[in-house]
């Protein structure tokens, strides 16, 4: 259905392509391979341990079997999983929400992280950084020691595998989290 489609190629080998396409016709096991960059999925009623699967695969547009056979459709699905938008019907969006708010719930909040994998003292020390202030000067401000801010950098550098203060700004930019 897309192969004369100015703009789209198709390969053989997902690994080589920006967007892989996958129908779950038996078992989701059998299309979620790695090396997928951004999927869209051909399925209807996903489980929830198979949509989590799927998001880990690289599930970025889930396109329910009715409107797979609508060429525009699948179109609209390739060139939003190209540009990293995401697309999932409302039972499964209601899912993934439910899902993020466990996580954190369960996982992220106990160990003082947040969904973008800093922790609040964590942001508050990168985004004074960010406004340019040394670590004494952040210390002073957060009412911290110098040593704690040393250490809450050195932990976040370390744990991102980040090389330098700069480098954990950025990261924190594009993140989102500051």
């Known amino acids: 259905m897309l192969r004369p489609t100015p703009g789209i190629e198709l390969v053989t080998e997902s690994s080589e392509?920006?967007?892989?396409?996958a129908v779950a016709d038996v078992g989701l096991h059998e299309v979620l391979t790695?090396?997928?960059?951004r999927l869209v999925l051909i399925a209807?009623?996903?489980k929830r341990n198979e949509l989590w699967a799927?998001?880990?695969h690289g599930?970025?547009?889930?396109?329910?079997?009715?409107?797979?056979t609508n060429r525009?459709?699948?179109?609209?699905?390739?060139?939003?999983?190209?540009e990293g938008r995401g697309d999932l019907p409302a039972e499964q969006l209601g899912i993934v929400l439910e899902g993020l708010k466990l996580l954190q719930e369960n996982t992220l909040g106990p160990r003082d992280l947040t969904l973008g994998g800093f922790s609040q003292r964590e942001t508050e020390v990168i985004r004074l950084l960010a406004?340019?202030?040394?670590?004494?000067?952040?210390a002073e401000r957060l009412i911290y020691s110098e040593r704690t801010v040393k250490n809450v950098l050195h932990s976040l550098l370390s744990r991102?595998?980040?090389?330098?203060?700069?480098?954990?700004?950025?990261?924190?930019?594009?993140?989102?989290?500051?």
């Open 131 to 138: 406004d340019g202030l040394d670590t004494s000067e952040i």
């Open 160 to 178: 991102l595998n980040l090389r330098n203060r700069a480098h954990a700004v950025a990261y924190a930019l594009r993140h989102g989290v500051i």
């Open 17 to 21: 392509a920006e967007v892989t396409i």
């Open 54 to 56: 799927a998001i880990e």
């Open 34 to 37: 790695p090396g997928i960059k």
């Open 59 to 68: 599930l970025v547009v889930l396109v329910p079997r009715n409107e797979a």
């Open 72 to 82: 525009t459709r699948l179109l609209r699905a390739v060139r939003d999983a190209c």
């Open 44 to 46: 209807d009623d996903l």
